[in-house]
C-alpha cells in the first residue's frame, strides 16, 4: 500500500500540529506520547473530549479560524479521528500536507441495538470518506481498522442510487498504510507487582486464609465494550462458588449500561473497586493488583487498556477477533485469545481456580513491551518526513 516507511531520507525537525477534536482516553495518550518522544516539534491543538458528534460536525470550523487568524501554523496538519479534514483544508490556505490518522472510523464502529446502515446517520460514514479523500495520507493504527474501512465504506456506497464514487477507494487505499500507536509503559516497568495470589495462598498453608485472585475490567462503560457478555461470565462463575475479587474501572460517558448497577449489587462483596481513575498512580496500583484482565468488546481497534494491563502482569483474554489477533504474540493466541462466552467462561475459570497457569509477568512484559514509545515512534516520525518530502496535493 503505497510508500515505504524506509522513504524518509532525514529527519529534519518539522513543525506538526495535531488536530485533536476529542481530546481524551486514547486519543489524548497517543497525542502526548507522540510529542513526548518525537524528534520532531509536535504541538497539540484540541478540544474537550465531550460531545463527539459536535466535534465531528463543527472542529474543523473552530481549529480552520485560528488558522486563518494566525493563532495556528505548521509545516504538516496531523488531523486524528473524529476530524473533517475535508472542511478544514477548503478553509485553510494550500500548501501545508495534511495526514489524516485514524484511531477509529464510523464505517467500522458497531452500532447499539442492532442498527444497519438504513439506521445510521449516513452523514458520518460520508465525513470520513472525505476526510480521506482531502489527506495526503491515510494511516491506520491497525491492519483490523483498515480493512474494516475499506470493506464496509464499499458496502455503504454500493447502497447509493447511482455515481457510486467507488473510484475514491482505490484513491484510499494507494495513499493509505498502517502506522500502530505507541503505549505509555515506562511507568509500568518500574512498579513492584504484587505476590501472585497462588504464592500468598500457599505460604499461609490454610485454605480457609488462601487470598483470592483479582479479576479487571478495565474498559468504557459502552455497549460496544460488551458489559453484558463480561458480567454474565462473572455472574455465572460466582453463582457457582468460584472465588474471586473485582475491579471494576474504566471511564463512564454519560449514561452507563444498566449491567453496571445490576453488577454492583450482585457481586458487591466481591468488589474491591468501582469506578473511573483518574490519578495515573492510583490506576497502576490497580493494574498491579489484577490477575485476569478480560476484554469482550464489540469494537476494538488496537487495545491500549489490555497492553497495560498485561504489560503489569494480568493474564489478558480477549476475543478472537477485532484487532486482538494482530497485537497479541501469536505464542500467546492458545493462552490469551478465547472464541465464544462458553470458551471465556472456562478458561477464566480455570484460571482463577488454578486448574490452568497463569502466562508469567516477565512473559507478558516481553511480549507487550514491544508497544513502548521508544520503540514505536519512528513509524510516527517517517510517516510525516515523508508526507512533507512529498508535499501537498
Same mark, same amino acid.
Given at each position: 500500500m503505497g510508500f515505504s516507511m524506509k522513504e524518509a531520507a532525514s529527519y529534519d525537525p518539522l513543525s506538526v500540529c495535531v488536530l485533536e477534536p476529542f481530546m481524551g482516553g486514547s486519543h489524548l495518550a497517543v497525542a502526548?506520547?507522540?510529542?513526548?518522544?518525537?524528534?520532531?516539534?509536535?504541538? /497539540?491543538?484540541? +478540544?474537550?473530549?465531550?460531545?463527539? %458528534?459536535?466535534?465531528?460536525?463543527?472542529?474543523?470550523?473552530?481549529?480552520?479560524? %485560528?488558522?486563518?487568524?494566525?493563532?495556528?501554523?505548521?509545516? /504538516?496538519?496531523?488531523?486524528?479521528?473524529?476530524?473533517?479534514l475535508a472542511h478544514f483544508r477548503a478553509l485553510v490556505p494550500p500548501g501545508v500536507p495534511a495526514v489524516l490518522y485514524m484511531h477509529e472510523c464510523q464505517a467500522?464502529?458497531?452500532?447499539?441495538? &442492532?442498527?444497519?446502515? &438504513?439506521?445510521?446517520?449516513?452523514?458520518?460514514? /460520508?465525513?470520513?470518506?472525505?476526510?480521506?479523500?482531502?489527506?495526503?495520507?491515510?494511516?491506520?493504527?491497525?491492519?483490523?481498522?483498515?480493512?474494516?474501512?475499506?470493506e464496509e465504506t464499499v458496502r455503504f456506497l454500493r447502497r447509493m442510487p447511482d455515481s457510486r464514487p467507488l473510484w475514491l477507494l482505490e484513491e484510499i487505499e494507494g495513499k493509505s498504510s498502517v502506522v500502530p500507536i505507541g503505549v505509555e509503559l515506562a511507568d509500568i516497568g518500574q512498579l513492584e507487582r504484587e505476590d501472585r495470589w497462588r504464592s500468598r495462598a500457599s505460604a499461609s498453608g490454610s485454605a480457609s486464609q488462601k487470598a483470592r485472585p483479582t479479576l479487571l475490567w478495565c474498559h468504557r462503560w459502552e455497549y460496544d465494550k460488551n458489559p453484558e457478555e463480561f458480567f454474565s461470565v462473572a455472574f455465572s462463575l460466582a453463582d457457582r462458588g468460584v472465588e474471586f475479587d473485582l475491579?471494576?474501572?474504566?471511564?463512564?460517558?454519560?449514561?452507563?449500561?444498566?449491567?453496571?448497577?445490576?453488577?454492583?449489587e450482585r457481586l458487591s462483596e466481591r468488589i474491591v473497586h468501582w469506578g473511573g481513575?483518574?490519578?495515573r498512580a492510583k490506576y497502576l496500583e490497580l493494574l498491579a493488583r489484577s490477575d485476569v484482565v478480560v476484554s469482550c468488546a464489540l469494537h476494538e481497534t488496537f487495545g491500549i487498556s489490555m497492553i497495560e494491563a498485561a504489560f503489569a502482569g494480568a493474564h489478558p483474554?480477549?476475543? %478472537?477477533? +477485532?484487532?486482538?489477533?494482530? /497485537?497479541?504474540? %501469536?505464542?500467546?493466541?492458545?493462552?490469551?485469545?478465547?472464541?465464544?462466552?462458553?470458551? +471465556?467462561e472456562?478458561?477464566?475459570?480455570?484460571?482463577?481456580? &488454578?486448574?490452568?497457569?497463569?502466562?508469567?509477568?516477565?512473559? +507478558?512484559?516481553?511480549?507487550?513491551g514491544r508497544y513502548r514509545w521508544s520503540s514505536m515512534i519512528g513509524g510516527f516520525d517517517r510517516l510525516v518526513d515523508v508526507v512533507s518530502e512529498r508535499g501537498a496535493m
Amino acid at each position: 500500500m503505497g510508500f515505504s516507511m524506509k522513504e524518509a531520507a532525514s529527519y529534519d525537525p518539522l513543525s506538526v500540529c495535531v488536530l485533536e477534536p476529542f481530546m481524551g482516553g486514547s486519543h489524548l495518550a497517543v497525542a502526548r506520547g507522540w510529542q513526548r518522544t518525537s524528534s520532531h516539534s509536535v504541538t /497539540i491543538e484540541g +478540544l474537550p473530549a465531550r460531545f463527539w %458528534k459536535w466535534r465531528m460536525r463543527g472542529a474543523a470550523f473552530e481549529f480552520a479560524r %485560528k488558522v486563518r487568524s494566525g493563532e495556528l501554523t505548521a509545516d /504538516i496538519w496531523f488531523a486524528v479521528g473524529l476530524m473533517d479534514l475535508a472542511h478544514f483544508r477548503a478553509l485553510v490556505p494550500p500548501g501545508v500536507p495534511a495526514v489524516l490518522y485514524m484511531h477509529e472510523c464510523q464505517a467500522a464502529y458497531p452500532w447499539p441495538g &442492532g442498527e444497519g446502515p &438504513g439506521e445510521r446517520d449516513l452523514q458520518f460514514l /460520508i465525513t470520513d470518506l472525505a476526510s480521506a479523500a482531502a489527506a495526503d495520507w491515510v494511516a491506520f493504527n491497525s491492519e483490523y481498522l483498515r480493512r474494516g474501512f475499506f470493506e464496509e465504506t464499499v458496502r455503504f456506497l454500493r447502497r447509493m442510487p447511482d455515481s457510486r464514487p467507488l473510484w475514491l477507494l482505490e484513491e484510499i487505499e494507494g495513499k493509505s498504510s498502517v502506522v500502530p500507536i505507541g503505549v505509555e509503559l515506562a511507568d509500568i516497568g518500574q512498579l513492584e507487582r504484587e505476590d501472585r495470589w497462588r504464592s500468598r495462598a500457599s505460604a499461609s498453608g490454610s485454605a480457609s486464609q488462601k487470598a483470592r485472585p483479582t479479576l479487571l475490567w478495565c474498559h468504557r462503560w459502552e455497549y460496544d465494550k460488551n458489559p453484558e457478555e463480561f458480567f454474565s461470565v462473572a455472574f455465572s462463575l460466582a453463582d457457582r462458588g468460584v472465588e474471586f475479587d473485582l475491579i471494576v474501572a474504566g471511564k463512564e460517558y454519560g449514561s452507563a449500561p444498566p449491567v453496571f448497577a445490576e453488577a454492583r449489587e450482585r457481586l458487591s462483596e466481591r468488589i474491591v473497586h468501582w469506578g473511573g481513575v483518574e490519578d495515573r498512580a492510583k490506576y497502576l496500583e490497580l493494574l498491579a493488583r489484577s490477575d485476569v484482565v478480560v476484554s469482550c468488546a464489540l469494537h476494538e481497534t488496537f487495545g491500549i487498556s489490555m497492553i497495560e494491563a498485561a504489560f503489569a502482569g494480568a493474564h489478558p483474554l480477549a476475543p %478472537k477477533r +477485532l484487532s486482538y489477533p494482530e /497485537i497479541f504474540p %501469536k505464542e500467546l493466541h492458545a493462552d490469551c485469545l478465547y472464541g465464544d462466552p462458553d470458551e +471465556l467462561e472456562r478458561k477464566l475459570e480455570g484460571l482463577l481456580t &488454578g486448574a490452568e497457569e497463569l502466562v508469567e509477568p516477565f512473559r +507478558l512484559r516481553e511480549a507487550f513491551g514491544r508497544y513502548r514509545w521508544s520503540s514505536m515512534i519512528g513509524g510516527f516520525d517517517r510517516l510525516v518526513d515523508v508526507v512533507s518530502e512529498r508535499g501537498a496535493m
